[in-house]
């Protein structure tokens, strides 16, 4: 059982940053983010997976956040990070992280994983 917890975190002004981070205690080959704000549905936000040789990876954004957020892992530390930059206020939602163990599985499907973090509340202000 690979457990995932989220740290970071916490609230922003409109504008700011904020990063989340992202540690998996087993070996995982696909992670990704999504978020949930209130009354709304679970959405994807940031993902990657590699492959187990770990030759070669992929990234993928939703719209909402492309050229605001980065996806990033530390391969040593089975960690990812999830940098948010030029935050907006509709931003604000509770940040789940995943992971997942097949790399050749889309990363924006919540199917893909097989492990979720609890969460951690994003809020930003205007």
């Known amino acids: 059982q690979v457990q995932v917890v989220e740290s970071g975190g916490g609230l922003a002004q409109a504008g700011g940053s904020l990063r989340l981070s992202c540690a998996a205690s087993g070996r995982t080959y696909v992670m990704g983010w999504f978020r949930q704000a209130p009354g709304k549905d679970r959405e994807f936000v940031a993902g990657m997976r590699w492959n187990p040789g770990n030759t070669y990876g992929n990234t993928y954004y939703a719209d909402s956040v492309k050229g605001r957020f980065t996806i990033s892992r530390d391969d040593a530390k089975n960690t990812v990070y999830l940098q948010m930059d030029s935050l907006k206020p509709e931003d604000t939602a509770v940040y789940y992280c995943?992971?997942?163990?097949?790399?050749?599985?889309?990363?924006?499907?919540?199917?893909?994983?097989?492990?979720w973090g609890q969460g951690t509340q994003v809020t930003v202000s205007s």
């Open positions: 995943a992971a997942g163990r097949d790399y050749s599985a889309s990363a924006w499907k919540p199917s893909t994983y097989d492990y």
